[in-house]
């Protein structure tokens, strides 16, 4: 139980255009997704928390024009980069938490997308 | 200070022997503790998560907390190769967000 799906899980794009990248959660209602950016050999940075049905709270230095955030079910939370970079290449994770078969505030990471930005 | 510290390492340790990662936490009130590991390009996964004080054993893991002293700790056992990873301390402090430690690197040398 507690499977967190991520689609896609590699993305190539080149400059100035978006992409889009999926969370679901697969056996379980996530009241909470987590949006994480992780640069090489760097720690986890978190950089939004979504509700469904509400908007997302972004992290102090997080720009919310560049990186939307839509959280439309209790099952699926979506991140767009808006016309990326090349600084913007990165691995991207999500992770949900919910009534999950253990629920004190357990946090089930998908696996990731890495972007790529030419 | 950070709020959830943890040593860089790398810590390396032989095939067969006990790996101890340990971790601090400055929330006092924090009242759940989770460590990952995260594989080098993977996302990171639940391995442990602990509640009350003392020990908690999962095979050959075992979650050590003592909220006196704010420390959290993980033994691994019978260290394998495979156990090479990063393994991240996770404290909830009430925010939404677990607070992350920066990670511990395992080395298990064959």
């Known amino acids: 139980g507690a499977v967190v799906s991520q689609h896609p899980s590699w993305v190539i794009c080149k400059s100035g255009t978006s992409v889009k990248i999926e969370c679901r959660s697969l056996d379980f209602q996530a009241t909470t997704m987590f949006w994480y950016r992780q640069f090489p050999k760097q720690s986890l940075m978190l950089m939004a928390t979504?509700?469904?049905?509400?908007?997302?709270?972004?992290e102090q230095g997080v720009e919310k024009d560049k990186f939307l955030i839509n959280h439309a079910s209790l099952t699926l939370s979506t991140l767009t980069v808006t016309s990326a970079h090349p600084e913007d290449s990165s691995f991207y994770i999500c992770?949900?938490?919910?009534?999950?078969?253990?629920?004190?505030?357990?946090?089930?990471f998908g696996p990731g997308t890495r972007l790529t930005v030419l | 200070q950070k709020e959830v510290e943890q040593n860089s390492g790398p810590l390396s340790v032989p095939e067969g022997a006990i790996a101890s990662l340990n971790c601090t936490y400055s929330?006092?009130?924090?009242?759940?503790f989770f460590w990952y590991r995260q594989y080098s390009g993977k996302s990171p996964e639940l391995i442990m998560s602990?509640?009350?004080?003392g020990d908690k054993e999962d095979g050959r893991f075992t979650a050590q907390l003592n909220k006196a002293s704010q420390y959290v700790s993980l033994l691994i056992r019978d260290s394998q190769p495979s156990d090479s990873a990063t393994y991240l301390c996770?404290?909830?402090?009430?925010?939404?967000?677990?607070?992350f430690g920066s990670g511990t690197r395992l080395q298990v040398q064959p």
């Open positions: 992770s949900a938490k919910g009534q999950a078969p253990s629920s004190y505030n357990e946090q089930f």
């Open positions: 602990i509640y009350s004080n």
């Open positions: 929330d006092r009130g924090s009242q759940s």
């Open positions: 979504s509700n469904e049905g509400s908007k997302a709270t972004y």
């Open positions: 996770a404290v909830d402090t009430g925010r939404r967000a677990l607070t």
